[in-house]
Every structure is written in C-alpha cells, then in structure tokens.
C-alpha cells in the first residue's frame, strides 16, 4: 500500500484529480470506479474545473458507483444518483448512459445486485476504484463483519453509519436502513484502487488501516492485500499515527 501523506483536504482532492486526469489521458476508454460522501466532492470539484479549463475528455470514460441507498429515487436529493448528478456528471462531458450506480428501487432489489455485478464485468472489471472510509472501516456500504468475498449485495446500514450520514437528512428517520453496495470482493477486482482520507475524525481508521491486523471486522484492512492501493492521507487524518513495516 502506497500512502501519499499530503497537508490538507485540498492537497488530497487536487493529487486525486490529477491521478484520475493522468489515467484518463492514458486510457481514454477508462472503467472509474467513483464514491460518495463529503470526501470526494473536493475532488469532483477539481476535475470539473480542470474540464472546463484543460478540457479533459470523459465522453468515452464509464463509471460504476459503489453504493446507493435502499427506496431513494434517483431524484431524490438524499440518493447517490442525484448526488453524483449534481456534483459531477452535470458539469462534465460524460454519457450519462454510461454511468452506473445500482438502483435502490427495483423491486426484485437481490436481482438488481446480481445485474450490477454482472455489468461491472461485462465491461471488463473496474480500472481504477476511488475510495473513502468510514470511522468502522466501512468501504462502500460494507459494515464491519462483511466477508471479504462478497459480491454486491444488499446490507442492513449500522446505526453508526445511518448516524454519520443523518446530517444529509432532515431527519434521522428519514436515513434509509437498508443499502446496495458493491461488495468488498467486488472492490478487491479493481484493478487499482484510490483511497482518500481527510480530517480528524479518520485518525482511528487510518491507524487502523496502515497498522491494524486484517480483520472482516475493519473491512478496508483487506485492502492491505491489495497490490495497487494507493491512500492519500491529510495531515488531520494522519496526526500521531506512526505507520510500521
Ligand atoms: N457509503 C459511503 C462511503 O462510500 C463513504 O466512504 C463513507 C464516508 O463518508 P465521508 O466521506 O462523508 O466521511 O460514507 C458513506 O457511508
């Protein structure tokens, strides 16, 4: 695992954008493997402005996301396919036919896993997978004690996940119980994988993450077994933790 130690959350999301800028200019054709949660919209905001000002190409780029919430419409403001919308694939030149997030709506939601699982590999597996940690571990939707096989599939979300994400809802009760996710043996096929983590609230993950035991408990410590993982790390994320080996 290669660990990019940067100052601040800015640092992080202009290194990521540039890592997915180099990839693309050298696949044009690239499989992106995208996330969400407050990590990643730095980094969206900075390819967006590097579309506008360089003019980086994404007509030809596919995009699997890794999760969605359970009963959201994609037009609803709280699901991850809104989400991506507005906060990237609006402001880029991408195909939206070409973007894919599983859908929290189908009624048949177990098929809807086994499709989206067989679309990923229909086009060859992810390329490049983008990552952010929750404070357990969590990868994707991916609680604490999934097995590190795991295709996509449909989780119960922990409290302490529905807690973290309530701030997005008007209410707790509105944060949906249920999710889609990617699996984590889905995950571990990508080809490479980014992982970014910024601010305080992560120094237990990445202590966990760069110096824990590999454990389904802390489901992104398999990532350890990854051999093209790339973390970047802000300084807040990083205080005090001393990486061994
Ligand atoms: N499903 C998402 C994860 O993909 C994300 O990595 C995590 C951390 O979110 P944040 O980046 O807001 O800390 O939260 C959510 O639960």
Known sequence: MKIIEVENYQEMSKQAAQYIIE???KQPKLKL???????PVGLYQKLIEDHRENGTDY?????FNLDEYIGLQGTDPNSYRYFMNDQLFDHINIQKEN???????????EQEAK????????YGGIDLQILGIGQNGHIGFNEPGTSFESATHIVQLATSTREANARYFARMEDVPTKAITMGIGTIMKSKEILLLISGDSKTEAF?????GEIDPHFPASILRKHPGVTVIADQAARLGV????
Do not use: M
């Not at 493997?33 to 990590?39: I, N």
């Not at 007509?59 to 995009?63: C, G, I, K, Q, S």
């Not at 973007?99 to 939601?109: A, H, N, Y």
């Not at 202590?207 to 110096?211: C, E, G, P, Q, S």
């Open 23 to 25: 990839k693309i200019k």
């Open 99 to 109: 973007t894919f997030i599983p859908s929290g709506v189908k009624e048949d939601s």
């Open 33 to 39: 493997g995208l996330a969400t949660g407050g990590t």
């Open 207 to 211: 202590n966990r993450l760069v110096n």
């Open 59 to 63: 007509y030809d780029v596919t995009t």
């Open 242 to 245: 001393k990486v061994h080996g």
């Open 115 to 122: 499709d989206y699982e067989a679309t990923i590999k229909s």
